[in-house]
T-cell receptor
């Protein structure tokens, strides 16, 4: 079983739609979780952290379910500029990041 | 603030040849990472340095890959000899305990093609 599993997609949605991605992780001792964004042929960049209580940053909402070892990302009112690959990331230990395969999203006009 | 610098940006070699990549982290960042990202996959950690010491190299194929960070700043990653399956983007990242979440900042990567 992979340490971090994501549906690779691709997801193709119209502009303005709401889209959600899910991710599961295998290490129940993991404490920190993130979503990174990676544009085509670019480096990954931190999108947001994921807190147990859930957190929101503008149109983006991240949620964590520790019991099910499940992380989600919701994008509301999607924009063309949201087209990218979204990487689910779990921190193990002090600083080691374990990345999922990534979910590819394309927003269509 | 300057970001993580990497060179070269692209490299094409034949199998069994050697190649080296260079990384300069963000100034003041004590922790440096090398990742391998194969097409269609997420980045995989190869090696992590804290200053000039190795913290984690459990996923580094040590029979052909080596890395060093002699003065705790710049780092080089070497592959010798290269195999076809080494074709990937090699990403360098750095972090500091002083940043929020110990966020890792990535460089633009070196795209390696092994023919």
């Amino acid at each position: 079983r992979k340490e971090v599993e994501q549906d690779p997609g691709p997801f193709n949605v119209p502009e303005g739609a709401t889209v959600a991605f899910n991710c599961t992780y295998s290490n129940s001792a993991s404490q920190s979780f993130f979503w990174y964004r990676q544009d085509c042929r670019k480096e990954p960049k931190l999108l947001m952290s994921v807190y147990s209580s859930g957190n929101e940053d503008g149109r983006f909402t991240a949620q964590l379910n520790r019991a099910s070892q499940y992380i989600s990302l919701l994008i509301r009112d999607s924009k063309l500029s949201d087209s990218a690959t979204y990487l689910c990331v779990v921190k193990e230990g002090a600083q080691k990041l374990v990345f999922g395969q990534g979910t590819r999203l394309t927003i269509n006009p | 603030e300057a970001g993580v610098a990497q060179s070269p940006r692209y490299k094409i070699i034949e199998k069994r040849q050697s190649v080296a990549f260079w990384c300069n982290p963000i100034s003041g960042h004590a922790t440096l990472y090398w990742y391998q990202q194969i097409l269609g996959q997420g980045p995989k950690l190869l090696i992590q340095f804290q200053n000039n010491g190795v913290v984690d190299d459990s996923q580094l194929p040590k029979d052909r890959f080596s890395a060093e960070r002699l003065k705790g700043v710049d780092s080089t990653l070497k592959i010798q000899p290269a195999k076809l399956e080494d074709s990937a983007v090699y990403l360098c990242a750095s972090s500091s305990r002083g940043t929020t979440y110990n966020e890792q900042f990535f460089g633009p990567g070196t795209r390696l093609t092994v023919l």
